[in-house]
């Protein structure tokens, strides 16, 4: 298994939205969340690879460095024809194009005719594009996401991915990551019993990403209101992002939209 040759201190940090730009016979390599990406220049073509690391709860930043060394032979490879002379490279950051089962590690019970906000990170997909146009060449997730199917039958429902979350009520809390985006979720229980949190479906490919001026990024958010039973519960996307997201870029809109004023639909799944 190919293994980085590179310390931290001989790298440099990695951004979303860059232009970088590599000669012929240079690989750009990045550390960050679960991967290792190699993107390389030949004479006709790019070259891209990617390899899993182990776990790192600590690791905090996207690091990245070019070289004139060519990747390990061994690393499974993805070849792109030149679209253009040029040389350039650039990374987007995308939400991934499933719903996400969002599972808090604990429960959380929300009191009758009350409401709270948890913030939720949610892995991104990385999308690599190459040239003066910035052709699209492929894009990867950042970590290998788990898929589990969300329906009343196994013949009606969908397929979404699955993801673990802390449920953070508190926005200070949530750790800040190039490679995770956060969503504010407002759920609101208008019934006269508690509302007992286990599970709720994301609607990621409904969210935009922007990102702030100390490079996090983040979604608008999406507020849940639970009238009667969690079986008629309503979604809906909202326009904005909250004031602690502070000033804002768009780096990559929704891969769908939502019906107008946002709300998505009176669902039946997003309980789970």
Not at 13 to 20: L, M, N, S, T
Not at 34 to 53: D, K, N, P
Not at 180 to 208: D, G, H, K, M, Y
Request: net charge negative; hydrophobic share 40%.
């Amino acid at each position: 298994m190919a293994t980085s040759l590179e310390t931290p201190q001989t790298m440099q940090d990695g951004q979303w939205g860059v232009h970088y730009a590599l000669e012929p016979g240079q690989t750009q390599y990045h550390e960050l969340c679960h991967t290792r990406v190699w993107a390389t220049l030949l004479e006709q073509e790019w070259q891209i690879r990617y390899q899993r690391m182990p776990e790192d709860d600590d690791q905090e930043r996207w690091l990245q460095r070019v070289t004139d060394t060519l990747p390990d032979a061994e690393l499974g490879v993805q070849r792109f024809v030149r679209p253009d002379d040029g040389c350039q490279l650039h990374y987007l950051p995308a939400m991934s194009s499933l719903a996400t089962v969002i599972r808090p590690y604990q429960p959380l019970t929300i009191p009758a005719d009350s409401e709270c906000t948890i913030y939720v990170g949610t892995l991104l997909w990385m999308r690599i594009q190459a040239g003066s146009k910035g052709t699209h060449l492929m894009e990867l997730p950042l970590a290998d996401p788990s898929l589990t199917w969300v329906g009343r039958t196994t013949m009606e429902g969908e397929l979404c991915y699955s993801a673990a979350t802390f449920a953070r009520l508190v926005l200070d809390a949530v750790p800040k990551r190039p490679w995770r985006a956060i969503t504010p979720v407002r759920i609101v229980n208008e019934r006269q019993e508690p509302l007992l949190l286990e599970r709720f479906n994301l609607p990621t490919p409904l969210l935009s990403l922007h990102r702030n001026e100390k490079g996090h990024l983040w979604t608008p958010g999406v507020t849940v209101i639970c009238e009667t039973d969690m079986n008629s519960a309503r979604l809906r996307v909202d326009h904005d992002l909250i004031a602690a997201a502070g000033h804002c870029e768009l780096v990559a809109p929704a891969r769908e939209q939502t019906a107008r004023g946002g709300l998505v639909r009176a669902y039946d799944r997003i309980f789970g």
